[in-house]
């Protein structure tokens, strides 16, 4: 389940995606050598503890934020599965670690959050079941992105599948862990949604009793906020009610307690959309809708065999009075029990005189005040409209040809709440003082998009569109997504963000990009430059970097463009723009008839013009589908993001030919294509002669 933008602002420091950087101070040669032995002396573990010893003091003393991320790269690229290096580099990273966050104590405040955070990032990274008591250890700090790092580093699927075994210290790590998350989930208040949703995750992966305690508990902190109409973001309880009815369905587990917490949650989703139908926004509204039908779906149709989808009918018909009537099917009333309840065989306790309770509890009514929901609010100012393209006004906005029909994948989809990333300008507030005027913040499911007021037209016009862009994308890279929120912000001149481009999920565009942008004066939405962005974090999410990030990205993004984004000005600037498919194979026939050289008015920074074309001449043989299916065959064995440019090359021409029966590397030998060393989207490289 996607979810909205965090409750907190996450100032982590800058993060590079794993094998993009490396680090420049740390001397990596006697490592590598030792990584590729197959048996070590004690010579080489004493290179392995000094290695880890130079480069997490790298992170103590380092405060330049693409340095940071050069050196987390470093280390853990320099993992290994050899018995012995794996054991000794484990006791170092524990050993040099635990040291430098002792030496964080004494910083300045803000220097230690840093810090600290910095380690935590190289912790959830190296899923280390060693390391696990030094995230125990910040369960309980005062910052609240301390406390998410942790529970992250904790949650980590790579770490939970190497406790998830017989071995009894394991266990007894794994016991540790759902404690003292049992713990914070506990705690007053309550952790933020982002942190229950990681903690749900992780409590439905355990096979142990304390994991259904978990999840109980989980159940119970947002039962008693449904109670109390505190529910922010009620998207959450899809992962929560399905985590319970997985559990109910298991032969693992007879535990009454589940079916209980899961019945009295999914009847106040239930009652909250009945009751809040005039005080809810509308975007809450939809997340409950969303709840009630896939829990519908997932859950209610497993556990009352031959269920009929009445749900989802009221839902889409907006009738309240069908959907009482289901409510009433399922848990029945004081008098007598509904279907559900009866199947699980619930018990509910009994009333304030005593007697039985035949149902959940009623949901009590809402407070007088209104209820909690975001909304944006704006300074007074407005900015001079100087530095803008050319803004349309509402009643000039462009009329779509079609309508946008999603994929069955992408309308499925049902996220976990992501937060900002550390680059991120996270807050409206921030970001108005940034531009020193008035700005809007415009959200969606899976993106924030900061622009000055003047711009909200245009703004409420791409969102949209960048949503469904993004759960297109989801589908196109086989699932994978990057682990933030994208954040989508716009500068003035002159201010150092006005720089294009983007990094850990946050694109960076000047005032011009809102509005039309001019091309060849056609004036058209700028939407396919936004999704090619958008595209390459979802690359960077698939371990896709170096040479293929420019050409992916963009290929992906004329395709995803084109699909959601139905304007006739859009489609003709597909098709003959800069990156259209008419440039591209105007560019292709020069360049392969005048010995592999670019027309002299293209840049070299251009020559992913020359991918493109090749991967059109492969999707016939790959059934129109090259990218896509190229995804899930690196879901499955990876790229590798340790290795050379030229090795990746070679293994994504693997791959290419796997998909399409073509002999990839021969048809790129022909076409001027050098593997040894590839050209990337920032002209470097050399071309075959």
């Known amino acids: ?211 259904e305690d978990l999840l109980i508990q989980i159940a119970d902190v947002r039962i008693k906020q449904y109670a109390d109409w505190t529910v922010k973001y009620e998207l959450l309880d899809s992962a929560v009610l399905k985590s319970l009815a997985n559990k109910i369905t298991s032969t693992e587990s007879a535990n009454p307690e589940i079916a209980r917490r899961f019945a009295q949650l999914y009847s106040y989703a239930m009652q909250r959309y009945i009751k809040g139908q005039n005080l809810l926004s509308d975007k809450n509204k939809q997340y409950l809708a969303s709840v009630l039908v896939e829990t519908e779906d997932k859950c209610i149709s497993k556990l009352l065999r031959g269920t009929q989808p009445n749900i989802k009918r009221a839902v889409e018909q907006s009738s309240i009075s069908m959907l009482q009537q289901e409510y009433d099917r399922l848990f029945g009333n004081q008098t007598k029990a509904g279907e559900l309840t009866l199947k699980l065989n619930i018990d509910y306790g009994t009333d304030a005189s005593g007697r039985k309770r035949m149902a959940p509890q009623p949901l009590p009514d809402p407070p007088e005040t209104k209820i909690p929901h975001s909304k944006n609010s704006f300074l007074p100012r407005e900015m001079p409209d100087a530095q803008y393209g050319q803004i349309p006004s509402r009643k000039y906005l462009p009329k779509p040809t079609r309508k946008y029909r999603p994929s069955a994948a992408s309308a499925r989809q049902v996220g976990l709440p992501k937060p900002f990333s550390g680059s991120s300008i996270s807050s409206l507030e921030a970001y108005q003082r940034e531009i020193n005027g008035a700005g809007i913040l415009i959200e969606s499911e899976h993106i924030s998009y900061f622009a000055p007021k003047l711009g909200e037209p245009y703004a409420r016009l791409v969102v949209p569109i960048l949503e469904r862009a993004y759960k297109e ?171 050379s440019e030229a090795e990746r090359a070679y293994v994504v021409a693997e791959v290419f030919s796997k998909i399409t029966g073509t002999n990839v590397k021969e048809l790129f030998r022909q076409c001027g294509i050098a593997m040894h060393e590839p050209i990337n989207g920032r002209g470097t490289g050399v071309l075959n002669s």
């Not at 170092?92 to 104590?105: C, H, M, P, V």
């Not at 939970?160 to 759902?178: E, F, P, W, Y």
């Not at 371990?543 to 984004?565: C, D, P, R, S």
């Not at 492969?618 to 064995?637: N, T």
């Open 1 to 211: 389940m996607k979810i909205k933008r965090v409750i907190f602002v996450i100032l982590i420091a800058f993060l590079a995606p794993a094998g993009v950087l490396r680090s420049q101070s740390i001397d990596n040669y006697e490592i590598e050598k030792v990584r590729n032995k197959e048996v070590l002396d004690s010579k080489d573990l004493q290179i392995i503890d000094n290695f880890l010893a130079q480069a997490t003091q790298e992170l103590l003393k380092t405060r330049d934020f693409t340095s940071i991320a050069r050196t987390r790269t470093t280390i853990l690229s320099n993992q290994s599965t050899q018995a012995q290096y794996a054991k000794q580099f484990s006791q170092s990273a524990y050993k040099y670690i635990s040291l430098n966050l002792q030496q964080a104590e004494i910083l300045p405040q803000e220097r230690q959050f840093k810090v600290v955070l910095n380690f935590l990032i190289l912790v959830d990274g190296l899923k280390d079941p060693r390391l696990a008591d030094l995230a125990i250890a910040k369960l309980k700090d005062d910052n609240k992105v301390i406390r998410y790092w942790a529970v992250r580093c904790l949650t980590n699927p790579g770490l939970i599948s190497k406790l998830n075994t017989a071995d009894v210290a394991n266990l007894r790590l794994l016991q540790h862990i759902a404690g003292q998350l049992k713990q914070l989930v506990n705690s007053n208040p309550p952790p933020a949604d982002e942190t229950l949703a990681l903690t749900t995750e992780f409590a439905a992966e355990l096979s142990i009793p304390e994991g």
């Open 473 to 643: 994308l989801k589908v196109w890279h086989a699932g994978a997504e990057p682990s933030f929120r994208i954040s989508v912000e716009h500068y003035p001149n002159g201010h150092p963000r006005n720089r294009g481009g983007t990094s850990d999920c946050v694109i960076l565009y000047g005032f011009k990009n809102i509005g039309w942008m001019d091309d060849n004066a056609r004036k058209i939405p700028h939407v396919s430059g936004y999704i090619e962005e958008m595209a390459h974090n979802f690359d960077g999410a698939c371990g896709v970097m170096g040479w293929l990030y420019e050409a992916f990205g963009n290929y992906t993004a004329n395709a995803i463009t084109l699909k959601v984004a139905p304007y006739p000005e859009i489609e003709k600037y597909l098709q003959s723009g800069r990156y259209g498919l008419q440039r591209d194979a105007e560019t292709f026939d020069y360049y392969m008839t005048h010995g592999f050289k670019l027309p002299p008015d293209v840049p070299q920074n251009l020559f992913d013009r020359i991918y493109r074309h090749v991967f059109r001449m492969l999707e016939p043989s790959a059934g129109h589908m090259l990218l896509p299916r190229f995804y899930q065959e690196i879901k499955k064995s990876g790229v590798p993001k340790t290795k």
